[in-house]
């Protein structure tokens, strides 16, 4: 093992390690990091050998700009702004990864966490090398944080150290805390625009002024449906923006039903499940996809085709992240789409008084 | 009482060895992507992955604790609340262990854990100063989480009275929430944490959740969401300044809604009362929220009232340390004879089921 200074002529040796495929430590603006070729096999083996990590834990990269990190990944909007606002800079984005990068460093879902160093030895390495470099902190795994070579050196066995090729010495790093790390491949948008729009047969529209207002709605939402409890399941689609009320219609449902027990968020939880005294056998099951990276293949996991089976009553939050799904299931349920709507800045010039409250409720079949 | 615990609520394969209020190991293997610190995303996969993992993380628990499951007493295991099919994971699990090795098997709450949490002391040869030296009960409790929000009274352990708990969603969900609007990602709610330190609380305005409750026995986290909804969609073109005062004002309020509840039963305790309340336990991820934390132990000083926290960020988070503490707590009065009666024998430990609504 060598021991450099940082200055500009380790930038070649550096670059000249990197290409044999060796494992070389520096620092950057967080804390020093175990870097290797993200695309060499050979060079990743050699640095889970180091890290000692159990299996599957998959290693962050590091990238000179956006350019290079759209090679490696597919950013969608909430990563591009992502990287617009914070990078480069102390931020970790994981997106879709475009499995170019060798055999675990994406994670097992195929993911890949890539930041852009916000430290000029970093930057001029990655820039000259042309390839993402694996960017993980250079402590073995449940280690203490790197922030200088001897944090590192006093920490680890014979034979880790005999894994390190090269060390480059940028003295004690102030002690900044680690990237933090933000997973934006649950606003994959493509998930929404696959499953394309809905549209509602024999469509009713009522406006809602109030959160009871809403729990009345969906009283009548029930008694309309009623007549087919125990016989098919019914099942409520809803489709609203964040702080729509959609919870709120739910508690409604529920208490229609003659549930008394407490309707909380199930975002959390997916799938709540509450009794209800008017049905013989029958309960309410809340489901939430908001939290669900592919929603329609979790709700079959969760026993969704059981439930409908069963003839349950079940509501569905952030039903318009699952509609294919949803639809599939049309000839053994009845299938209410409920939309609840922000009212337009147009709407609600019209209308007098303090419009924040107000939604606009709309259902049909599909 | 050496403990061996299993915790597979959510998206962490959890297990540690406790000896009655010691951690001496404790294992989370955290599904989300890269961080162990953040929740994870894909609760398909949880159950594939906790079955995966599981045995790996027992073993790992084990010889951490240079302890096997011959030597161990019991095995604890959560059995809600939590999503169903990944709890179940744990509870075979630890079923076939309890049964293989014909051990007692406890079930246990994982609310309740949280709740207790601050009483687990680390595993050293240095004695620490016992911050429960004037401990009394009744004691406040507070668990804070991505799925539960509630204050109770802690009469004794097993004893709880809710008096407060949210009305739709929990403030940890209500946190991630937020942060994804924010296009923070998810699981989100540490990053606006960290971004909110960053920020202007004062710079927006948002409405106090129920202001208008007199008696304050709800937390309610919907009409704030409504609100920063739109208060976001008048901001235009946000920069990273804007979505750091965006990111405080939102946890301010939403902290402040925490306090006013809490403060209200503070005062009702205090003043009122025949029984006086001097001491809070505090647990569940949210509890890693240093300002949340530091406003918190203000008002609590007003009130002379001691917050207690666990030892460890860790032990906030998802983990099982606290299941065996918990299982320990409630059950020491039991020697080994009564303790089998109770959870031990092949009836006793095929009873034990999921329960994924299971609260205090």
Known sequence: MQIIPEDDKAIDIAVEALEKGQLIFMATETVYIAAVDATSEEAVKKLVAFKNRPFGKPFSVGVTDIKMAEKYVVLNETAKNLYKRFLPGPVTVVSTGTHKVANGVEAENGTLGIRIPDYNFFQAVCKKFQKPITATSANASYQRRPYKLSDILDNISDKQKSLIDLMIDAGELPHNEPSTVIDTTLDDEAVILRQGGIKLKDKNEVLSRSEENTQNIAKELWQKYEQHAGKRSIVYALEGAMGAGKTHLVKGLAKAMGITEKVVSPSYDLLNSYSSPSIVDGSLTHIDTWRMLEAAEEMRSLGLEELITNKNVIAIEWADRAIQEIKSYSDDAIIIWVKIEYLSSVASAKLDGNTDNYRLISWGNI | ?360
């Open chain 2, 1 to 360: 009482m050496l403990i061996l615990a299993i915790d597979t609520s959510c998206d962490e394969t959890a297990v540690a060895v406790t000896a009655n209020l010691q951690v001496v190991s404790n294992i989370v293997w955290s599904q989300s992507s890269l961080h162990s610190s953040f929740g994870g995303v894909m609760p398909s996969l949880a159950q594939r992955q906790h079955e995966e993992r599981i045995d790996w993380v027992v073993q790992k628990a084990l010889t951490t604790a240079h302890c096997s499951l011959s030597t161990i007493d019991c095995i604890a295991v959560t059995v809600g609340n939590g999503l169903g099919i990944a709890l179940g994971v744990g509870i075979n699990k630890a079923k076939e262990l309890a049964i293989k090795y014909k051990k007692p098997l406890i079930p246990v709450s994982h609310t309740e854990a949280h709740l207790l949490s601050p009483f687990a002391i680390p595993n050293s040869q240095f004695p620490i100063s016992n911050q429960f030296s004037n401990f009394q009960l009744p004691s406040f409790g507070l668990v804070l989480s991505g799925g539960t929000t509630v204050l109770c009274l802690v009469k004794s352990i097993g004893d709880y009275e809710i008096l407060a708990e949210t009305s739709d969603d929990a403030l940890g969900e209500a946190l991630d929430k937020a942060a994804r609007l924010l296009g923070l990602g998810y699981p989100g709610g540490a990053i606006l944490e960290k971004l909110a330190k960053t920020g202007d609380p004062k710079k927006y305005k948002l409405p106090l959740p129920l202001q208008n409750d007199r008696i304050k026995n709800r937390f309610s986290y919907s009409g704030l969401k409504t609100a920063f909804v739109r208060l976001y969609e008048t901001t235009k073109d946000p920069n990273k300044q804007d979505i750091a005062d965006l990111a405080a004002t939102f946890q301010d309020t939403a902290s402040s809604h925490v306090e006013k509840v809490l403060e209200y039963h503070c005062s009702r305790f205090t003043v009122h009362g025949s029984q006086k309340v001097t001491s809070l336990l505090f647990g569940g991820g949210v509890a890693n929220n240093v300002e949340l934390k530091k406003r918190l132990r203000k008002l609590l000083n007003k009130y002379r009232i001691k917050l207690h926290v666990p030892y460890t960020k860790k032990l906030n988070g998802d983990n099982a340390a606290m299941i065996g503490v918990c299982a320990y707590l409630k059950n020491k009065n039991l020697n080994a004879k009564k303790l089998n009666a109770k959870y031990g024998g092949l009836k006793n430990i095929n009873s034990v089921d999921r329960d994924p609504r299971l609260r205090l």
